[in-house]
């Protein structure tokens, strides 16, 4: 190809990047209220099938047992014992650990988060390098009497539907996940042609082992580090506190890298203002923020790879990308699947690396006709 083909053929590819990119904007410019309809409903159907989702492979081990193991016939007998486990789990950890949790975090508000405030503001008001940006956002920065809250009912009203309708139907979507698994596979295998059928089948089982992986990992390494840091709280002399730290600590860990330093930034606060009480006095915080990370880095190179599996092992800056991306187009849904999608984008990569090499790679028969050819 010359020179002035590649041009003609560059400018001819921007050229339709550029009339697709204004069909966009002209088509959200057109049908933006009908589009947003859209995604409103299409969200609040995914939403509970995701958390549905989600919940059935955290069941999927016992109902493996159930099913291999213990040889119940029965699928719904399967499903029945395992929602009635799940629901008593539920029960007896709302009772305690859940009614504990809520207590600490009245008392934090109540009673530490005054200190806090207290604390920063004195911080603020006799640094020398700070005082005056405190002072400035104090000064244009304010929420008085007089801002009005304006309320809008139909929103709420909204709000308040897609919050019943996903309570409702998890349970409902769950069943039939369970249920029905087998026939759902198969029907959706009946879709692909032939001639790929055998490929979609072995992608399939390729990307549900890496979203079981996945999920089962997350659950088991976020129950881990609430244990682990309510411990190490425990042990730093932080008291009843401690539950509720950790807690938050294994909570935020679903979301890898970022959520466990988000989630550290109150114990590093409460640090601050009780430094007489805690283990290490003045340097409890960065005592903290040093434990905080090794932690990390045990989970994120030893535990998380044994326990998910290379599959769903992916680099750090692809994982923030795909929760930044699929958290801005789809929300909390985006949130919860933004890993398992990446992972199995991923898995059918490598899956389609492996299928070029083998075509590209000499079978017996040729590397036997070149062998003779040599002879």
């Known amino acids: 190809m010359s020179k002035k083909e590649?041009?003609?053929?560059?400018?001819?590819?921007?050229?339709?990047?550029?009339?697709?990119?204004?069909?966009?904007?002209?088509?959200?410019?057109?049908?933006?209220?009908?589009?947003?309809?859209f995604m409103s409903a299409f969200i609040a159907i995914v939403l509970p099938f995701s958390i549905a989702l989600f919940i059935s492979y955290?069941?999927?081990?016992?109902?493996?047992?159930l099913e291999k193991r213990m040889r119940v016939k029965y699928r719904v007998i399967n499903i029945v014992i395992v929602f009635s486990g799940t629901a008593i789990l539920m029960v007896l950890f709302l009772?305690?650990?859940?009614?504990?949790?809520?207590e600490q975090a009245v008392a934090f508000i109540e009673n530490d988060w005054p200190n806090v405030v207290r604390f920063i503001d004195d911080f603020f008001e006799e640094s020398p390098y700070f005082g005056s940006v405190y002072n400035w956002i104090q000064e244009n920065v304010r929420i008085t009497e007089s801002d009005k809250i304006t309320l809008d009912l139909l929103s709420i009203f909204q709000s308040i539907t897609t919050v019943i309708i996903t309570v409702v139907l998890i349970p409902v979507f769950l069943f039939f996940i369970l249920y029905e698994r087998t026939k759902i596979y198969e029907n959706i295998m009946i879709v692909f042609p032939k001639k790929v059928r055998g490929h979609a089948i072995e992608l399939t089982k390729r990307a549900n082992r890496v979203v079981e992986e996945y999920f089962n990992g997350r659950f088991i390494t976020m129950f881990?580090?609430?244990?682990?840091?309510?411990?190490?709280?425990?042990?730093?002399?932080?008291?009843?506190?401690?539950?509720?730290?950790?807690?938050?600590?294994?909570?935020?860990?679903?979301?890898?890298?970022?959520?466990?330093?988000?989630?550290i930034i109150l114990p590093v606060l409460y640090s601050l203002t009780n430094t007489d009480t805690l283990m290490f006095g003045q340097f409890a915080p960065l005592a903290i923020l040093i434990i905080n990370i090794v932690g990390q880095m045990i989970q994120n190179n030893v535990a998380q790879p044994l326990i998910m599996g290379r599959e769903t092992k992916?680099?750090?800056?692809?994982?923030?990308?795909?929760?930044?991306?699929?958290?801005?187009?789809?929300?909390?849904?985006g949130l919860i699947l933004a890993i398992?999608?990446?992972?199995?984008?991923?898995?059918?990569?490598?899956?389609?690396?492996?299928?070029?090499?083998?075509?590209?790679?000499l079978n017996q028969e040729e590397l036997k006709k070149i062998r003779e050819e040599e002879a």
């Open 58 to 65: 955290l069941m999927a081990p016992v109902f493996k047992l």
């Open 95 to 102: 009772r305690f650990a859940g009614t504990l949790i809520y």
């Open 314 to 333: 992916i680099h750090p800056l692809l994982i923030l990308s795909a929760f930044v991306f699929f958290t801005y187009l789809f929300g909390i849904v």
């Open 6 to 37: 590649k041009r003609l053929s560059l400018l001819i590819n921007m050229a339709i990047i550029v009339l697709g990119l204004l069909a966009l904007y002209l088509i959200r410019e057109v049908f933006g209220n009908a589009i947003s309809l």
């Open 340 to 361: 398992p999608i990446t992972g199995t984008i991923k898995t059918s990569i490598i899956y389609l690396k492996e299928l070029y090499n083998e075509k590209i790679q």
């Open 224 to 263: 881990v580090m609430a244990i682990f840091f309510t411990i190490i709280f425990f042990i730093l002399g932080f008291k009843e506190r401690s539950i509720l730290f950790g807690f938050m600590l294994g909570f935020f860990d679903i979301i890898p890298y970022v959520g466990p330093f988000i989630a």
